[in-house]
């Protein structure tokens, strides 16, 4: 009898947990993108910065895979942002930086990352900055916005509308303004003024940091914007605490979702200006705002890898971290970026930055991090955020339409440490197109000059009306263009350019 009742709660026991273990082992991976906006290769600990510390996001690389290559799409943000959401490059849809007010570049029936995972049952977020456009024009912004992260798939949303330096400066949740009073609606405007309050033009005295005459309309929380804003005021955010509220909220998302595939697109407004971090991290840099708004940004990553350990889910989810473009200084705000920077190189080795088609417009920062399936290590393989939607729908075991992520290809074995190579080829955008082949790198001739508001920034565009190219293993800042002497790879190359233009993705990825 014993024997009996012995086996017996052995078979239970097997009974009861087997369901169990098959479900952890058939359980999704979560998936998350950790974005930071403006963020250089050279601007952490572990790719060489000096005058700020990063040991949150040092740790992360030192137990995760570390890329030497990785490039967000485009050296601005809207184009990165569009093409790491749809798969598709951002010239394909003529994506643009966008004003605050612009409709909704990702539009309905557009295939998205967030779309595609639903498919395969997970529970979607966007948390942080937007920058994609909202509505179908007219924004309502006093009411629902029939037009946003909903309608491309994300189930729950909470962001700016735009950036930190732009109007609307209030939170949207769930595509509606959070905390607004509806006897006091929201007016925008990016033409004239509208309102009572004061600009940064008349009431320069009220201002935190002097702007450049284009962020120097509407004042709030003591800094001038770009856009005119009346109304709403019990919904106006405050720039110092925004990382710590989209941390909070992706904290409480991850909580909530613990127990069922997620996936998290965590986009910073950090450190792109205007960089007014916490008092927390006041002076926790020698750099002024732009290093602290670094360390408060390494901080929060920091504070989302210990939810993951502390709800025990780790071990069963991708992080990826990266940057939507290269560096820039002196961008809109007097915030001592240029004076304080010391013997800190935002971009590392690399030329350009922000607005460049040099190699610093696009390569930046980019970490994949999964304690159970990535051996720590360094990574030189080619790598392009467009290639992540392709990558974590495999992850999914999801395939794809024929409609989707046309640009995108599986680089799962890329992000994983098993694939050493990458890509073949990658585009790089600029107001102009660039091509990476390899160590091969060559920039299409535009007519434009660089824009007078560029020369401001101090910011090399890399626009010639002469073709460019140079080998970035003999040469990796770029000062030689060698053009003249290989005419036959320029010829190839933009060859293969157009091919690429012309929706040739599939056939220009068999290149040699």
């Known amino acids: ?102 409709p909704a570049l ?37 009411g629902y ?4 992260p909903k309608e491309i798939g994300f189930d729950y949303s909470f962001l700016i509308p735009a950036t930190g330096d732009r109007v609307p400066t209030v939170y949207t949740e769930n595509q509606r303004v959070v905390n607004l009073d509806p ?44 856009g005119f804003m009346g109304g709403g005021e019990s919904a106006l955010w405050k720039d110092e605490d925004f990382s710590l509220v989209f941390t909070q909220k992706a904290k409480e998302y991850i909580t909530a979702n ?19 971090p916490h008092p927390d991290f006041a002076g926790k840099s020698s750099m002024g705002p732009r290093g602290d708004a670094i360390v408060q940004m390494d901080h929060y990553t920091g504070e989302l890898i210990k939810t993951l350990d502390s709800l025990g889910i780790a071990e069963n989810t991708l992080v990826i971290f990266s940057s939507d473009n290269g560096p820039v200084l002196d961008d809109g705000y007097d915030d001592k970026a240029v004076e304080m920077l010391g013997e800190h190189k935002p971009a590392g080795p690399f030329r350009g930055g922000k607005y460049s088609a040099f190699e610093a417009g696009t390569r930046v920062p980019t970490i994949a991090y999964w304690p159970s399936k990535i051996k720590p290590g360094v990574s030189d393989a ?3 955020q467009v290639d992540i939607y392709h990558s974590v729908s495999k992850l999914a075991g999801i395939k794809l339409n024929h409609n989707e992520a046309l640009d995108s ?4 074995p890329v992000l994983l440490g098993k694939d050493k190579k990458g890509r073949k ?8 197109l660039a091509l990476r082949v390899g160590d091969w790198k060559y920039i299409h001739p535009v007519s434009m000059s660089t824009p007078q508001w560029l020369d401001h920034k101090k910011v090399e565009s890399a626009l010639s009306k002469q073709v460019q190219l140079y080998n970035l293993k003999a040469d990796p800042a770029e000062k030689n263009n060698i053009a003249a002497k290989h005419p036959k790879k320029v010829i190839k190359m933009q060859a293969l350019l157009e091919e690429i233009k012309q929706g040739n993705t599939r056939k220009a990825q068999t290149v040699q």
């Open 1 to 102: 009898m014993k024997k009996f009742f012995s086996r017996f709660t052995v078979v239970a026991a097997v009974i009861f947990l087997l369901p169990l273990f098959m479900n952890a082992q058939s359980k999704k991976p979560n998936v998350i993108i950790i974005y930071v906006d403006d963020l250089g290769y050279g601007d952490l600990g572990v790719t060489g910065a000096k005058g700020v510390k990063t040991p949150n996001l040092d740790r992360m690389a030192a137990n995760g895979l570390l890329f030497t290559d990785g490039h967000c799409h485009a050296s601005t943000c809207t184009p990165s942002r569009y093409s790491l959401l749809t798969g598709n490059y951002a010239f394909r849809n003529k994506a643009a930086i966008l004003p605050g007010d612009a």
């Open 183 to 226: 006897k006091d609606p929201i007016q925008v405007s990016y033409e004239k003024k509208i309102g009572n309050r004061p600009t940064g033009t008349e009431n320069p005295e009220l201002l935190k940091m002097k702007a450049d005459l284009q962020h120097s309309n509407t004042i709030v929380n003591g800094v001038s914007r770009i």
């Open 425 to 432: 080829y990658i585009i790089e955008e600029a107001f102009t």
């Open 382 to 384: 080619l790598f392009t």
């Open 258 to 276: 613990k127990n069922n595939p997620f996936f998290l697109y965590f986009a910073f407004q950090d450190i792109h200006v205007p960089r007014v």
């Open 106 to 142: 990702i539009t309905e029936g557009t295939p998205t990352i967030a779309s595609t995972l639903k498919r395969a049952g997970y529970h979607t977020a966007v948390i942080g900055k937007w920058h994609l456009g909202l509505g179908t024009g007219n924004i309502n912004w006093n």
């Open 145 to 148: 916005i029939n037009m946003g």
């Open 409 to 412: 290809f599986d680089a799962l």
